[in-house]
């Protein structure tokens, strides 16, 4: 008999031998994944607990648990080197180790994934995601959970051998314009020391950019931008030489100037050399609190013209860091005008200027009745 057109199902007792011998399968099948689920956990509560309480064998459990995890996605990692997921999970694992094992053990781990890491990047030595991951398992190994001793000379020397394999490198430029504050400090440098030492990275930044391979390259550049704001920011700035007095600074920025212009000669098409000849040109007019001179106004027109020339997708995109002063606007003017564009508000700028000298030297022949 039906019930609002669904049929009744046959009682247990009606029930074929066949299904419910198919029924008791299916139940035990279900009460043994149940035990093993339940053993599973009964298993990682144990190994992977309270790290304050050891069990025995429970460091060769999780260390065994966590190299397997290490091994298993080492490859992923080659294959897939810019996937940000694999390099955090690759971190939890051996964060994991910090946690849950003794230290000893723990820094093998890291020591361990250092030498990886090294070898990735002579496979891939611009690989920012290699260079940021290098950063941090230094800074794990140095760290107090594992204590190791400071690795900043080791990592420096690093960078360099990295740079003289591959002048473009810039993850290395990079890498090294952050560890050089700490290793003078630790060296406990003299300002004689530091002063060498700045001298010898302009010599290799300059080796750098005259080198026929390299000239345009943006990382280089970059490079010689960074050793230069040690000389451009003001007195009291975090610096390779803090005590450079301001005449120092403007001495090493005039003989850059020089070598910068040298530059010109057979790097007519660089922008990066007018660029910088613009910034620095006028940094040094900053420093010495004064209007450009009239060669250097010239100076700097050219540069813009060339600017213009070699970069013309960014005319109005880049500013420039330092405006070029006009008599005619107050310091407190200058500051709330903002940065002048590079192409066209610096361009007026100059023409500013250039009038106001030539109204100056008027006046003075005037006066002496030419």
Not at 288 to 301: M, S, V, Y
Request: hydrophobic share 35%; aromatic share 10%; net charge negative.
């Amino acid at each position: 008999m039906a019930s609002h057109g669904i049929p009744r199902v046959a009682t247990t007792e009606q029930k074929s031998i066949a299904v419910q011998e198919k029924e008791r399968k299916d139940i035990e099948e279900y009460k043994a994944l149940v035990q093993l689920i339940e053993l599973k956990a009964e298993v990682l509560t144990t190994t992977l607990g309270d790290p304050h309480h050891p069990t025995p064998g429970k460091n060769s459990t999780i260390l065994d648990l966590i190299q397997a995890d290490l091994d298993f996605i080492f490859p992923l990692m080659l294959g897939w080197p810019k996937c940000y997921w694999i390099w955090n999970y690759r971190l939890w694992l051996l964060k994991q180790a910090n946690d849950r094992l003794t230290a000893d053990i723990a820094r093998g781990l890291w020591q361990r994934e250092l030498v990886l890491v090294g070898k990735m990047l002579t496979r891939d030595s611009r690989n920012f995601h290699g260079w940021g991951y290098r950063r941090t398992v230094v800074s794990q190994l140095e760290g107090p959970n594992l204590n190791s001793p400071s690795m900043v000379e080791s990592e420096f020397a690093y960078t360099t051998r990295m740079i003289n394999a591959e002048l473009k490198n810039f993850s290395a430029w990079h890498n090294r314009s952050k560890l050089i504050l700490r290793m003078l400090k630790e060296r406990q440098a003299t300002a004689i020391e530091r002063r060498q030492f700045l001298d010898d990275e302009f010599d290799l930044i300059t080796k750098a950019m005259w080198n026929d391979a390299y000239p345009y390259d943006q990382s280089v550049w970059f490079y010689h931008q960074f050793l230069m704001s040690n000389l451009t920011e003001s007195v009291g700035h975090a610096s390779i030489a803090p005590d450079f007095s301001r005449e120092d600074r403007i001495e090493y920025i005039k003989k850059q100037l020089v070598n910068l212009k040298d530059f010109l000669d057979g790097g007519e098409d660089c922008k990066w050399v007018y660029d910088a000849l613009f910034e620095y040109t006028l940094a040094v007019c900053e420093m010495e609190e004064r209007l450009p001179e009239r060669d250097e106004i010239q100076d700097c027109k050219a540069w813009l013209s060339e600017l213009r020339k070699l970069d013309p997708m960014r005319a109005g995109l880049k500013p420039s860091k330092y405006p070029i002063p006009c008599a005619s606007k107050s310091n407190e003017e200058q500051r709330v005008s903002g940065p002048y564009d590079i192409h066209e508000k610096a361009e007026a700028g100059v023409e500013e200027c250039e009038k106001q000298q030539e109204e100056r030297s008027g006046r003075c022949f005037a006066e002496a009745g030419v």
